[in-house]
């Protein structure tokens, strides 16, 4: 098993969590949500000559993909995101950039589907379609490492908004319900904002849930 270590970074105008998973054997290192502030997360990898590998994206809002296209450029590496965010990324609506005064489209290389396990810097990862936040919104389970990112699908006592396009309530309750509280207690949840968390601590005393 490799061994992760998980850099967080705030980024962009609301303050998303920015997460570099780091396999510290090798220095390969998964980008997750990227949504500002590039030359900051440039000057970190750097200094810790850490070695990008991929990009990946929990949904495709604003906040969590702004500076993708600038550090996939910068490192040659690919965008991941699941196929059910391929409007999402195309519609300056849906993905929220028109509401902050930057209307922008999105791109990505590989598209997920759910359940779909895949092998990135060393690191086996099980991609959990979460829809609701957003259509294609997901979480990254770190199975043998017991981390998940949670992206905006899940938040320490809260989940993600679902008044925006392509959300539903519903359906973001049940995905979280059937998919992620079914994870073991003691696996850590890292979310697209606020503190980290725990799937047992979300089981007991998360009211959405």
Known sequence: MADLQVLEYNVGDIGTNCYFMVNTGTKETIIVDPGGDAPMLERNIAAQNLKPVAIFLTHAHYDHAHHAKILKEKYQVPVYVHEAERTTLEDRNMNASAMFRCPETYEADVFLRDGQEISVAGF????????????GGCCYYFAENKVLISGDSLFNGSIGRTDFPGGSMSQLVRSLREKVLTLPRDVEVYPGHMSRTTIGREADYNPFL
């Not at 086996?124 to 259509?135: C, W």
């Open 124 to 135: 086996e990862i099980q991609v959990l379609h979460t829809p609701g936040h957003t259509p």
